[in-house]
């Protein structure tokens, strides 16, 4: 299976917590309380800091789409 190039950019998007927050709906808070419960997609971390940089793009539509289903 062939993707565009655009295609591949924006599956490969990294998506800040505010972008995530209005997309989904829901304030930061509860975005990382479903974080840490395994609820909700996994975020890209600084690999030597720790620390959260984004949500890539596909598992946030990815899980938009999942919670559309259920």
Not at 19 to 24: A, R, S
Not at 41 to 58: D, M, N
């Amino acid at each position: 299976m062939s993707i565009s190039n655009k295609e591949f950019i924006v599956q490969n998007k990294l998506l800040s917590t505010t972008e995530v927050c209005e997309l989904i709906g829901r304030g930061r808070n509860t975005l990382w309380r479903w974080t840490k419960a395994g609820l909700f997609a996994k975020p890209v971390l600084h690999p030597e800091y720790g620390t959260v940089i984004g949500y890539q793009a596909s598992d946030v539509q990815e899980w938009i789409q999942s919670s559309k289903q259920a």
